[in-house]
C-alpha cells in the first residue's frame, strides 16, 4: 500500500512492442534494488515493479500510458534510475 508522501511519474511506452519478457526484467532487476515500495499501474491495474512476472501481466503495449509509483525511504533515487530504464526502452525499435 502506497503512502501520502509517495513520488508518481507518468510515461509514455514509444518503442515498437511495449513492455515485453527483456524489457520487464530489466525494469524488475533495477527496482530490485530499492527498499521501496515501487509500482507499475496500468489503467486500474497496479503491480510490483518488482516482479517480471507481474509486469507482464499488465499487458502494457507500444503507445500505452503507465505510471511509475515510488513510495519509501529512497524512493527518489529509485524514482531517477527507474526513469532512467525507460528512456533507454523507449529508445529501443
Known amino acids: 500500500m502506497v503512502g501520502q508522501n509517495m513520488i508518481c511519474k507518468t510515461m509514455k511506452i514509444k518503442n515498437n512492442v511495449g513492455l515485453h519478457a527483456r524489457p520487464v526484467s530489466v ?15 496500468h489503467g486500474c491495474d497496479a503491480v510490483s515493479a518488482k516482479s517480471s512476472v507481474k509486469l507482464l501481466s499488465l499487458c502494457v503495449g507500444a503507445g500505452h500510458t503507465v505510471e511509475l509509483i515510488c ?11 527507474l526513469t532512467k530504464v525507460f528512456e533507454h526502452i523507449n529508445e529501443e525499435n
Open 71 to 81: 513510495d519509501g525511504p529512497d524512493e527518489k533515487i529509485a524514482m531517477e534510475q
Open 27 to 41: 525494469i524488475a532487476a533495477e527496482a530490485q534494488k530499492y527498499c521501496s515500495e515501487i509500482s507499475l499501474k
